[in-house]
């Protein structure tokens, strides 16, 4: 059972920066799609930066490129996400994702589909304000 755990969060105010770190364990399929959703209260969950195998391709929200970039670690079994530019709009829990089906990354309808992510995490929260 592939386990998920997110770190990282914290405050900032606009502009600042926050590096969000996501570990796996149990995790053993070379063949994925692993990222990071985000909700904020009274909404829905939803993508913001998915990084899959098929392809090696990274997707971005629109609302975040050129702000957020996703990154991963292999060895350390890790994922990544490095805010920049932080603003009040990026406040909200952020969870790690991901999916290790063999069709990962190849048959989503879209990659920020939260029903495609088996694996989960319990999220780290993030709150930009002044």
């Known amino acids: 059972q592939v386990q998920l755990v997110e770190s990282g969060g914290g405050s900032r105010q606009p502009g600042g920066s926050l590096r969000l770190s996501c570990t796996a364990s149990?995790?053993?399929?070379?063949?994925?799609?692993m990222g990071w959703f985000r909700q904020a209260p009274q909404k829905e969950r939803l993508g913001v930066a998915v990084f899959c195998t098929a392809g090696g391709k990274a997707y971005y929200a629109d609302s975040v490129k050129g702000r957020f970039t996703i990154s991963q670690d292999t060895d350390k079994k890790a994922l990544y996400l490095q805010m920049n530019s932080l603003n009040p709009e990026d406040t909200a829990m952020y969870f790690c994702?991901?999916?290790?089906?063999?069709?990962?990354?190849?048959?989503?309808?879209?990659?920020?589909?939260?029903?495609?992510?088996?694996?989960w995490g319990q999220g780290t929260q993030v709150t930009v304000s002044s």
């Open positions: 994702a991901a999916d290790t089906s063999a069709t990962a990354g190849t048959s989503y309808s879209s990659p920020f589909d939260p029903r495609e992510y088996s694996y």
């Open positions: 149990e995790f053993t399929s070379t063949h994925y799609c």
